[in-house]
């Protein structure tokens, strides 16, 4: 022992000792960065390149968990609706300018601007203020125990040099010409921009004088885009990149097998989950005309008792997927072991179930899916309109590219439907908020089932401002109790990704499919 | 000729106008922009603003009218997707398209003329019946299967050349080629082949049946009569022959492979006007869609414009009846 240790740090001490190698790692998506202006878009692919060049005042680990970034400290202040950061002392821009509390300022009212997209987030900030360089207070228009969340995507600029360049407003769309930070980007963070050829390649270099102690042994990033998954695949196994983030599930086990790759799998934080109608109207897709089916309880048993959540696993996701009983993932606030726990599949008491709701022959709906979306959408669609078959419910299939199928969910023109659902602030009441809540104003933008329980609604809008965390819990679960009682949802499992690198380099996958090349380490 | 032309210009622009109002009145099946363009955490007032904001809310027929008006102009808008202007996304990505589509019409028309003239002139050599078999195999093997195939020999396997991409390219300033580099000359090969392989069967088949038509005519006969070469028979007189139709097709396919190479392009990820399209199509980016659409409806009016007038020029009885019909 006292020999590897001793071995260990002899080879710490020749590896400071020596000037650090220029490594560079190809790194493939399927998809480019939408823009370089980090408060246009409020996507993942867009904001996982953006961590790399601009820093965000909190951050979230692969566990997780909140850490500091540009704010070491924050805290509710004497006033319970108002947030305090401190900020990072002695952090600079990549032009060198110093960062200081008007940036962060700058960049908080930049990204709640009508134009942002970042602008929900902030929905419920009143006003943001610098008490001094390094301290600034963001006042809430009431209690928001839970703000600090919500800063993990939102990127501080310089204030100067945006406004040197004209780039004050967001991209508008559907304007003429594109913003100077579209394309030009000046943060704060571990790597800096050396070229962009948007949808082909984005190069970025080492920022060496940031101001993170260790530093990281990349040096340079190539991003490159293969959106067809059969050539990412083969680019990564002849050598022509380094990491492939978006491996499809059919492949894991063969670049597993391939020498010189290695596959790295993890949760995410995404749940996929059925919905249903709810209400007396018929369903417009049935053979049932006087009423509706999914309104009774019994069906709804009959469906979750029909859904063999295992063999999803083992067939349609080849063992890639974390079958669950309840619609959040396990990051989340509120997730219990207890609530994760689903039926073992059970057709003869379906069927029972169904005879004695009235339908003994079943009846017919339309399953609304997306297919292009979340990992083979369409392959457990089709796999629960079998399993749903042998119970005696006819399923028809309507297949749409996301991009139809969104819509249908937005404006409540579906029956019976898949989605996925992440969940960004890691905590139940963004699910509760989007998903449960009844349709109505800033709630239940994503309850086409139109679902409704006053009391529930009184409940989840009191998580919104309840700072006594205990209490807080407890409402939650209160919840969730009923949630699972009444089946709004019918949740299959939660998704896992897989990330494929060259043998010897090493990413653990981040839960909000983040991955940073800074943490990258090496054998 | 000059009223021929006029009238063909006028034609065209028709042609283009109509092929925008049905791009656009299609644009509505794909799905909703504003869908993708906000994420998840967007209410249905920031799409009711955004939708607003875009115009997406007006008749078809007036967002058509802007449309039009605003591409008289020359303006195309900017990328939903991307947030770029779309006529400068079309033309960075257009020396990819056009330099992808020469190469691979150069090898069809060198092995297609070559393997057609050969198997005409030995029709029963066994190597003619092994040619012959495998063109079918290029003619219905669809070119995502051939593309995918060969990365998977020449990239992965053989590790000889690159799976995906451009490789390095050269900017001239107006035009990013990549024929000036190594990495970019072997990034060409596969994609170039892949793309080929359809208009080389093609070819082929094509010169082998003029040029065994053409070696059955009186004047080859009497060539070897009069005790002319081999070779001045096959290539001065038959094979001149057989070109004429050759060169009609091999033109108007030109213009389908430049606007077609879509799935050659998105399986190579060839940084193309036609992988941009594909992209653009999953979000629903209509004015890239619209103003490719449009493209591609040139280039098809142009390459046929151009293909009548050369009819016009050869062929005389064309211009009797223009006489005659003119009066």
């Known amino acids: ?523 | 000729m000059l009223a021929f032309i006029l009238r063909r210009l006028l034609q065209s622009v028709v042609v283009m106008l109509f092929v925008a109002l049905i791009a656009f009145s299609m644009f509505r099946f794909v799905g909703d922009p504003v869908a993708s363009m906000l994420g998840q955490e967007s209410r249905l007032e920031d799409h009711e603003l955004l939708r607003e904001q875009l115009g997406l809310n007006d008749p078809v027929f007036l967002q058509f009218a802007r449309f039009i008006g605003n591409a008289v102009q020359g303006q195309f808008g900017i990328s939903y997707r991307l947030q770029t202007p779309v006529t400068e996304l079309i033309f960075s990505r257009l020396p990819a398209t056009i330099e992808l589509a020469f190469a691979s019409a150069l090898i069809a028309l060198v092995f297609g003329v070559g393997l057609g003239v050969y198997t005409a002139l030995r029709p029963r050599a066994w190597s003619t019946s092994i040619i012959m078999s495998a063109s079918l195999i290029g003619v219905s093997l669809p070119t995502f299967l051939i593309g995918i195939g060969l990365i998977y020999i020449f990239a992965v396997e053989l590790k000889m050349l690159p799976s995906f991409g451009r490789g390095e390219t050269v900017n001239l300033g107006w035009w990013t080629t990549g024929l000036l580099t190594t990495s970019g000359l072997r990034s060409l090969i596969l994609p170039a082949i892949t793309l080929s392989l359809f208009q080389l069967t093609l070819i082929m088949r094509l010169v082998r049946a003029e040029m065994l038509e053409v070696l059955r005519q009186d004047y080859i006969r009497f060539a070897r009569a009069r005790g002319l070469s081999q070779r001045t028979i096959n290539f001065g007189h038959a094979l001149k022959n057989t070109l004429v139709p050759v060169i009609t097709i091999t033109g108007l396919q030109l213009g389908s492979v430049i606007a077609f190479a879509i799935i050659t392009e998105t399986v190579f990820q060839w940084p193309g006007v036609g992988s941009l399209f594909v992209n653009s199509v999953q979000v629903v980016d209509v004015p890239v869609m619209a103003a490719y659409l449009l493209f591609v409806a040139l280039v098809f009016v142009v390459i046929n414009l151009i293909v009548d007038i050369l009819y016009y020029v050869v062929d005389p009885r064309l211009r009797v009846d223009a006489r005659a019909g003119g009066k």
């Open chain 1, 1 to 523: 022992m006292k020999k590897l240790l001793l071995t260990a740090s002899v080879a710490a001490l020749v590896a400071g000792a020596l000037p650090a190698s220029a490594e560079t790692v190809r790194w493939a998506r399927v998809s480019d960065a939408l823009t370089l202006d980090p408060h246009s878009q409020n996507q993942g692919i867009t904001h996982n390149f953006a961590h790399h060049i601009y820093e965000t005042l909190v951050d979230r680990d692969v566990a997780g968990t909140l850490i500091p970034r540009l704010a070491t400290e924050w805290a509710l202040g004497d006033d319970p609706t108002v947030w305090v950061f401190k900020l990072r002392q002695g952090v600079k821009f990549h032009d060198g300018a110093d960062f200081t509390a008007e940036d962060v300022v700058f960049s908080l009212d930049r990204a709640r601007s009508d134009k942002s997209n970042m602008r929900q987030l902030h929905a419920s900030v009143e006003s943001v203020t610098a008490v001094d360089d390094y301290t600034v207070h963001v006042k809430m228009t009431g209690p928001s125990p839970l703000y600090p969340n919500n800063l993990t995507n939102t990127f501080i600029m310089d204030k100067t040099w945006t406004e040197a360049n004209n780039a004050v407003t967001v991209q508008e769309a559907g304007s003429q010409d594109d913003n100077y930070a579209v394309r030009n980007t000046n943060g704060t963070g571990p790597y800096k921009l050396v070229s962009r050829e948007v949808d082909v390649k984005s190069v970025l270099e080492l920022n060496e004088a940031h101001w993170a102690e260790t530093k990281p042994f990349v040096t340079k990033i190539e991003y490159t885009v293969i959106s067809d998954a059969a050539t990412r695949v083969s680019a990564l196994l002849s050598g022509e990149v380094d990491f492939v983030q978006d491996v499809p599930v059919q492949d894991i086990e063969r670049l597993s097998s391939s020498d010189g790759v290695t596959v790295t799998t993890g949760p995410e934080n995404r749940v996929i989950y059925f919905g249903y109608k709810f209400g007396d109207a018929p369903l417009k897709s049935s053979n049932v005309t006087d009423k509706n089916p999914f309104n009774d309880p019994k069906v709804r048993e009959a469906m979750a008792l029909s859904i063999d959540r295992d063999a999803i696993k083992q067939v349609v996701m080849r063992g890639y997927s974390i079958p669950t009983g309840v619609a959040t993932p396990p990051f989340v606030n509120g997730w219990t072991a207890e609530l994760d726990k689903y039926p073992a599949p059970d057709i003869a008491k379906a069927k029972a179930l169904l005879a004695e709701a009235g339908y003994p022959d079943g009846f017919t709906v339309t399953l609304d899916t997306p297919n292009n979306r979340y990992v083979n959408d369409e392959a457990i669609s089709t796999a629960v309109v079998g399993m749903l078959g042998q119970a005696g419910i006819k399923v028809t299939l309507a297949s749409r590219p996301i991009a139809q199928h969104s819509p249908l969910i937005q404006n409540a023109e579906t029956d019976f439907y898949l989605l996925g659902w992440g969940v960004p602030t890691f905590d139940s009441a963004y699910i509760f908020n989007d998903l449960i809540h009844t349709k109505s104003g800033h709630y239940g933008a994503y309850n086409p089932g139109g679902y409704t329980n006053p009391d529930l609604d009184a409940k989840i809008q009191s998580l919104g401002t309840e700072v006594d965390v205990a209490k807080r819990d407890a409402t939650i679960a209160e919840i969730w109790a009923v949630v699972q009682a009444d089946r709004v949802l019918l949740p299959v499992h939660n998704q896992v990704l897989a990330y494929a690198t060259k043998k010897g380099f090493n990413i653990a996958v981040h839960p909000e499919n983040q991955p940073r090349i800074y943490e990258m380490t090496k054998d």
